[in-house]
């Protein structure tokens, strides 16, 4: 597939969420695009390596949650990033964010180092932790205007997760497939974490037939000092 056809496939499924882009960054996606398909031959990042389900379903997905960001010039986190998804799209779209990319796999981290450095990206870092132990640290804790995740764990224990580095009044923003049966299951941790369900929508994925659920949790309350739980804990025992 050429430059030409990626730069179309970017603006017509962006054109859904209000999202333009100009042509230097549209090269730096297709740059990420290019690397993030050349480490995959060497290690498991993304089992999608076709350029138009990049395109979709890594770069336009993790640009749908746009709407949901009150302003641009926001601190965010991204916990269990994987292939920089949300997050480095978001840098590359909006260049005032200040982005955490955090992962538990060190070879992740290097690719995530290698294209933030090949983009030239700014204000954007790649750690290397669990998000309990991340969570825990004062420089990180409630410091966050926005945490996201994208398809890491059942929503009980994305809360958290995630929650912990949200200031209150931020929000954490869950990407979740087709299914949202476990906001039922939820409550608890919501009310434990100091969170509140703000918002649940459905979106159809442009140029696929994949349906996407958005939660955006809003942080009312700080969290307990106890949360999270050290390692392997709240995936093991849920706040349930």
């Not at 939820?186 to 037939?209: F, R």
Request: proline share 4%; with cysteine.
């Amino acid at each position: 597939m050429n430059n030409i056809n990626i730069e179309d496939l970017l603006n017509e499924g962006l054109n859904e969420f209000s999202v333009s882009l100009e042509k230097d960054q549209i090269n730096e996606f297709i740059k990420y695009k290019d690397i993030l398909k050349e480490w995959n031959e060497k290690i498991n990042i993304t089992a999608i390596e076709d350029d138009k389900e990049i395109i979709v379903k890594h770069f336009i997905d993790s640009l749908s949650i746009i709407p949901y960001m009150e302003n641009k010039n926001l601190r965010l986190i991204d916990i269990g990033t994987g292939g920089g998804f949300p997050g480095i799209p978001l840098k590359i779209a909006y260049k005032n964010l200040d982005i955490t990319l955090l992962d538990s796999l060190d070879k992740r981290i290097k690719f995530l180092s290698t294209v933030i450095n090949e983009l030239g990206l700014k204000n954007i870092r790649a750690c290397h932790s669990r998000a309990e132990d991340f969570g825990l640290a004062a420089d990180n804790r409630e410091k966050y205007d926005i945490a996201t995740a994208r398809a890491v764990a059942n929503l009980p224990v994305l809360l958290e997760y995630c929650l912990p580095f949200v200031k209150v009044g931020g929000i954490f923003i869950a990407m979740k497939g087709s299914s949202i049966e476990e906001i039922d299951t939820s409550k608890k941790a919501l009310e434990v974490l100091g969170g509140k369900i703000e918002k649940v929508d459905t979106i159809n994925l442009p140029m696929s037939d994949a349906v996407r659920n958005i939660i955006v949790v809003r942080k009312v309350n700080k969290t307990p000092a106890k949360y999270p739980r050290k390692a392997g804990k709240p995936s093991k025992e849920p706040i349930l």
